[in-house]
């Protein structure tokens, strides 16, 4: 049981950032009757948050960095689709991140990483229900499962570690071969022998819409939405002063929501974050002629498309990067070429193209909690490839923080302070 000092006082929470991350943790501090003020530089919910793969699943509880990962990973980087890269500029920065990322693919590590995601996303679906509840969209979320499709049917191995683990957590797992998996997914290309179906998830039909619709809500609940650049805290008269382009804003409590930007706000802090942007894309058909049932994951390209709103999205890759480096256009046609051989009537033309930012540790865990030595400073970044199906559990786990209410969690997992005895700060990219 982890239990905060009672809040001092009433007054407003600030949150920086109004990515999902952000939107969340304002609902939930809505629902307890605290007031909000969220400042982002843009729309609520339209950077990161917006071009995901919609996954929502209370069984994404298996980290990227698993034992003989490091056998898989030159073939990653070199072979055939090349899912992931890493740009010259940040080399340097992936070399201690990349052993820690290496050194968690131990099995009790995996485990205990495990348990922790699970935390996280074991109540996302239900509550993503209670956030959607009275704003007349309960339809953006869908139930689904996940259908992890495989070329090769021998690699589709239900002793593998992560899915032990969920069928050990309770996971209603099905290996399905060609046939079943045309009954499920009839567009899939029969290409793909095999399937590892996850049941009882979810998926949401547009991330985009999801972030407005959010965002509309925390307004009707009294919400104060300004738009700003923030470029620098400081420590004023016991509060906060946020430095912003042409102005300075105070607060007397704040937390930082700002995904793969939030690193650049901590720096006079003390605390080792060691933080890459490891970029994803995504590619989608307005007009793609197919519908896909579910989420569904190409195992070998990494990708995984789904019916959105707006047609079929094919999202997915991982290139570490600085945060400001221009997208590679040469990814786009990459990602027609694996939509395309994976759904064989898939209509291709003209796909929009996207480039999105996970901030990502080593230990795929985001940083949530106080910040020691900052009274009134709070965390909540760092979701990697989880923040859409993070973000309520860890919104809620930062009001009751806030609140000072008991928190029935292992939240030192996410501590701010869990990578201080890692090796010195690289530089920043
Ligand atoms: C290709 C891809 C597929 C993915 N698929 C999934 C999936 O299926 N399921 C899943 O759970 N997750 C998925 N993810 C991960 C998920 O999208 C992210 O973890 C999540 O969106 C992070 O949310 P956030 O609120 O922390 O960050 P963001 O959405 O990036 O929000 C940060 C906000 O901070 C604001 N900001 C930044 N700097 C400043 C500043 N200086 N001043 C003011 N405002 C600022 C930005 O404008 C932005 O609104 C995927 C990611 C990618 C790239």
């Known amino acids: 049981m982890h239990r905060m000092p009672p809040p001092d006082t009433d007054a407003p929470v600030t949150i920086l950032g109004a990515g999902i991350v952000g939107l969340c943790t304002a609902l939930s501090l809505l629902e307890r009757g605290v007031p909000v003020q969220i400042i982002d530089r843009g729309e609520p919910g339209q950077e990161t948050s917006m071009g995901n793969a919609g996954v929502v699943s209370p069984w994404s509880i298996v980290p990227q960095s698993l034992p003989g990962i490091w056998r898989k990973i030159p073939g990653q980087l070199f072979g055939h689709g090349r899912p992931i890269s890493i740009h010259p500029k940040v080399v340097a920065r992936m070399i201690p991140w990349g052993a820690r990322f290496l050194r968690q693919g131990r099995e009790a590590d995996v485990r205990r990483v495990s348990d ?67 009954e499920i997914e009839p567009e ?8 590892v179906v996850i049941k009882g998830q979810a998926r949401v039909r547009s991330p985009g819409r999801l972030g407005r619709v959010l965002a509309e809500k925390a307004r009707r609940l009294g919400a104060n939405f300004k738009q700003a650049d923030v470029t620098g805290l400081q420590r004023k008269d016991g509060g906060w002063a946020i430095r912003s382009a042409g102005e300075s804003l105070e607060a007397h409590r704040l937390v930082v929501c700002l995904g793969a930007w939030s690193p650049g706000l901590l720096e006079w802090t003390k605390l080792n974050i060691p933080l890459m942007v490891e970029r994803g894309y995504h590619v989608e058909f307005s007009d793609p002629g197919i519908e896909i049932n579910n989420s569904v994951m190409d195992v070998d390209a990494k990708v995984v498309a789904s019916s959105m709103e707006g ?119």
């Open 311 to 429: 047609g079929v999205r094919v999202a997915g890759q991982a290139e570490f990067a600085p945060i400001d480096a221009p997208p590679d256009g040469r990814r786009k046609d990459r990602l027609v070429k694996i939509a395309k051989a994976a759904f064989r009537d898939l209509q291709t033309d003209r796909p929009s193209f996207w480039m999105g930012r996970r901030p990502s540790f080593p230990d795929g865990l985001p940083m949530l909690g106080d910040v020691p030595d900052h009274q009134g400073l709070f965390l909540n970044f760092g979701h990697a490839h989880y923040g859409l199906m993070m973000a309520p559990k860890s919104g809620d786990l930062i009001a009751q923080l806030i609140c000072g209410e008991q928190i029935a969690c292992k939240i030192d997992d996410f501590s701010p302070c869990r990578f201080c005895r890692m090796p010195a700060k690289p530089d920043a990219a």
């Open 116 to 182: 922790a995601m699970s935390q996280m996303c074991g109540p996302s679906i239900e509550l993503y229900r209670r956030h959607l509840q009275g704003t007349g969209h309960d339809g953006l979320l869908r139930d689904s499962s996940y259908v992890h499709a495989f070329r090769d049917g021998s690699r589709a191995n239900l002793t593998d570690l992560g899915y032990r683990i969920r069928l050990e957590k309770g996971a209603e797992i099905e290996l399905v071969g060609r046939d079943r998996l045309a």
């Open 188 to 195: 899939l290309s029969d290409d793909f022998e095999a399937a």
